[in-house]
């Protein structure tokens, strides 16, 4: 049963426009987020057995999805169709894409293979913004500085060093594609860039949008990659396995199509994963903020492959999702709303947290007023109150203005943000960890390169907001650009799945079934079945194969 303080309770307290003083609180951040958050805990790690990183500390639930068997055998692919090409890029958002743009006018040929169609992905959801040192206030010193502490100083420096650089260009590069952003004067003139300060940053760094940033980013990208010659996209044609050549290195990968139920062989030069984070496999029972593919496909068939992964017990949990009502459990509240000044309340009408210290921090002390009865609950569903009525109160208009998917969220739970607080609880939010790369986005597989959520090294055990909008296209314009210096290079001989064959004599000597297969592609409750959709159960005959464009 949920303990906390009644709904109606809570809201009687609640006084808006009262804006409480915040509780003093002698707590440190370790022990705070080593009694709460979900990364820790006696149950919050298990040693992978098998594969580069055996012995490492894994979260169960990835672990189990890591060390899979695969979905398909060589029989299941007789008959399929071939296919060659410079550069294939497995994954649609804005990783995918900055990629494909960079290698694309590199000179290479380019395929870009995604399980939804072009932009469906948590690229599109991202609404607070975007990081970039531009003020006079700022510089690249400071973010980087700002990165590396709020990652605990796990991540990487040459690598933040080489994204906080990347960033001006980055901004000037968008607005070059078309891309809006919010100016301080609104006059047809226009003005200076407006600047916000986020969680954990020590100056106003993010640009932005309104606050649907991500979906007017990804807007611009899908429009230039499909004017991009050299571009092929393939809507609906997830990967289920890589292709290895004969020295264990990556020769392209074995796609889906959902449409002709098919799969093709796809033989590449350079391979870039850009599949996004694992969201969708609802990791420690939480619910989530990320898009319906978000299943770990990149991460899965990465490390089958024998590329290194890091972090790989490290999450973030956004604290501002919808607690309530529970059919929106998860959607994202954006972390805008806390920079523009809206605070957190308790059931006891206390403000318990500095709402501007990093993701890791805030979504703890909620975690912690919940567990010890000082949350709100509403019909079963725990959380705290989101304070945006006394926001609106200070700022007259703002919710129209500058928040509008926030009135758009607020209109699906059924509530006058203006009137009523929402009830949030962190939701499953971003994947820390994930493939080991160099500079170049370049794994320690020969041919596979990695960008986006996928990969490891940026953020170390917690992102700043507006730095994963910021690493998509620093990463991704980067790897496109090094994956593409390859399409000169003679293509590997020998294409195939040897390396499945290889893994499963490791899962039988490691005492693990071979029964559970992944990459999962789709949530438990899409109740897809890659098998059964392709004939390739015994009692079914093989499709023919089809066109896959």
């Given at each position: 049963?949920?303990?906390g303080i009644p709904y109606?309770?809570?809201?009687?307290?609640y006084?808006?426009?009262?804006?409480p003083?915040?509780?003093?609180?002698d707590?440190?951040v370790a022990a705070?987020?080593?009694?709460?958050?979900?990364?820790h805990g006696?149950?919050?790690?298990?040693?992978?057995q098998?594969?580069?990183?055996?012995g490492d500390?894994?979260?169960?639930?990835l672990?189990r999805?890591?060390q899979?068997n695969a979905?398909?055998?060589?029989?299941?692919l007789?008959?399929a169709?071939?296919?060659?090409?410079?550069v294939?890029i497995?994954?649609?958002?804005?990783?995918?894409?900055a990629?494909?743009?960079s290698a694309?006018?590199?000179?290479?040929r380019v395929i870009?293979?995604?399980k939804?169609r072009?932009?469906?992905s948590?690229?599109v959801?991202?609404?607070?913004g975007?990081?970039?040192?531009?003020?006079?206030?700022?510089?690249?010193?400071?973010?980087f500085?700002?990165t590396?502490r709020?990652?605990?100083?796990?991540?990487?420096?040459?690598l933040?060093?080489?994204?906080?650089?990347?960033?001006p260009?980055?901004?000037?590069w968008l607005?070059?594609l078309?891309m809006?952003?919010d100016?301080e004067?609104e006059?047809?003139a226009?003005g200076?860039?407006?600047?916000k300060k986020p969680?954990?940053a020590?100056a106003?760094?993010?640009?932005?949008?309104?606050?649907?940033?991500?979906?007017?980013?990804?807007?611009v990208?899908?429009?230039?990659?499909y004017?991009?010659?050299?571009i092929?996209v393939?809507?609906?044609?997830?990967?289920?396995?890589?292709l290895?050549?004969?020295?264990g290195?990556?020769?392209?990968?074995?796609?889906?199509?959902l449409?002709?139920r098919?799969?093709?062989l796809?033989?590449?030069?350079?391979v870039?994963?850009?599949?996004?984070?694992a969201?969708?496999?609802?990791?420690?029972?939480?619910?989530?903020s990320?898009?319906?593919?978000?299943?770990?496909?990149g991460?899965?068939?990465?490390?089958r492959?024998g590329?290194?992964?890091?972090?790989?017990?490290?999450?973030?949990y956004?604290p501002?999702?919808?607690?309530?009502?529970?059919?929106?459990?998860?959607g994202?509240?954006?972390e805008?709303a806390?920079s523009a000044?809206?605070?957190l309340?308790n059931?006891e009408?206390?403000r318990?947290?500095?709402?501007?210290?990093?993701?890791?921090?805030?979504?703890?002390a909620?975690l912690?007023?919940?567990a010890?009865?000082r949350?709100?609950?509403?019909?079963g569903?725990?959380?705290?109150?989101l304070d945006?009525?006394?926001?609106?109160?200070?700022?007259?208009?703002i919710l129209?203005?500058?928040?509008?998917t926030?009135r758009?969220?607020?209109h699906?739970?059924g509530?006058d943000?203006?009137?009523?607080p929402f009830?949030v609880?962190?939701?499953l939010?971003y994947?820390?960890g994930g493939?080991?790369?160099?500079?170049?986005?370049?794994?320690?597989v020969?041919?596979?390169?990695?960008?986006?959520?996928?990969t490891?090294?940026?953020?170390?055990?917690?992102?700043?907001?507006?730095?994963?909008?910021?690493d998509i296209?620093?990463m991704?314009r980067r790897?496109?650009r090094?994956?593409?210096e390859?399409k000169?290079r003679?293509m590997?001989s020998?294409?195939?799945i040897g390396?499945?064959h290889?893994w499963?004599?490791e899962l039988t000597?490691?005492?693990?079934s071979?029964?559970?297969?992944?990459?999962q592609?789709f949530p438990?409750?899409?109740?897809f079945?890659?098998?059964?959709?392709?004939?390739l159960?015994?009692?079914a005959?093989p499709?023919?194969?089809?066109?896959?464009?």
């Amino acid at each position: 049963m949920t303990v906390g303080i009644p709904y109606e309770t809570a809201r009687r307290r609640y006084q808006p426009g009262s804006s409480p003083a915040l509780r003093s609180d002698d707590t440190s951040v370790a022990a705070l987020l080593k009694a709460y958050h979900p990364d820790h805990g006696a149950n919050a790690r298990v040693a992978l057995q098998v594969g580069v990183n055996r012995g490492d500390p894994c979260q169960p639930d990835l672990a189990r999805h890591l060390q899979a068997n695969a979905l398909i055998d060589d029989v299941d692919l007789a008959g399929a169709q071939l296919v060659s090409t410079d550069v294939l890029i497995i994954g649609g958002g804005g990783a995918g894409c900055a990629a494909a743009l960079s290698a694309a006018q590199q000179g290479a040929r380019v395929i870009v293979a995604g399980k939804l169609r072009l932009g469906d992905s948590n690229t599109v959801m991202a609404e607070g913004g975007i990081q970039a040192a531009i003020g006079d206030d700022d510089s690249p010193q400071l973010h980087f500085e700002d990165t590396l502490r709020a990652g605990h100083f796990c991540a990487d420096p040459e690598l933040v060093a080489q994204m906080v650089m990347d960033g001006p260009d980055v901004i000037r590069w968008l607005i070059q594609l078309g891309m809006a952003f919010d100016v301080e004067d609104e006059r047809p003139a226009g003005g200076n860039l407006l600047r916000k300060k986020p969680g954990g940053a020590s100056a106003a760094r993010i640009l932005s949008y309104r606050d649907y940033t991500g979906l007017e980013m990804m807007r611009v990208l899908r429009e230039a990659v499909y004017l991009e010659p050299g571009i092929d996209v393939w809507n609906r044609c997830p990967a289920v396995e890589l292709l290895s050549d004969e020295r264990g290195g990556c020769a392209g990968a074995v796609i889906y199509n959902l449409e002709w139920r098919t799969f093709v062989l796809v033989r590449a030069r350079s391979v870039i994963l850009a599949t996004g984070g694992a969201g969708r496999l609802h990791l420690n029972a939480f619910p989530t903020s990320n898009h319906y593919g978000a299943t770990a496909d990149g991460l899965v068939l990465a490390y089958r492959l024998g590329a290194r992964l890091r972090e790989l017990d490290s999450f973030q949990y956004h604290p501002t999702g919808i607690a309530w009502p529970p059919r929106l459990a998860g959607g994202l509240i954006s972390e805008a709303a806390r920079s523009a000044g809206a605070t957190l309340i308790n059931g006891e009408g206390e403000r318990f947290v500095d709402e501007l210290q990093p993701r890791d921090v805030v979504a703890s002390a909620i975690l912690r007023e919940c567990a010890q009865g000082r949350g709100i609950v509403r019909d079963g569903q725990a959380g705290v109150f989101l304070d945006t009525p006394t926001l609106e109160l200070a700022n007259p208009g703002i919710l129209a203005q500058r928040l509008v998917t926030l009135r758009h969220l607020a209109h699906k739970c059924g509530i006058d943000p203006a009137r009523e607080p929402f009830l949030v609880y962190p939701t499953l939010h971003y994947q820390n960890g994930g493939v080991a790369i160099d500079t170049h986005g370049a794994t320690n597989v020969p041919g596979l390169y990695c960008a986006g959520e996928l990969t490891g090294g940026i953020h170390g055990r917690n992102r700043l907001m507006g730095n994963a909008l910021l690493d998509i296209l620093s990463m991704g314009r980067r790897a496109g650009r090094s994956a593409a210096e390859a399409k000169g290079r003679v293509m590997a001989s020998r294409a195939s799945i040897g390396h499945v064959h290889a893994w499963q004599r490791e899962l039988t000597l490691a005492g693990l079934s071979p029964e559970f297969k992944a990459p999962q592609l789709f949530p438990d409750y899409a109740h897809f079945d890659l098998r059964a959709a392709a004939g390739l159960h015994p009692d079914a005959p093989p499709q023919a194969p089809g066109d896959t464009r």
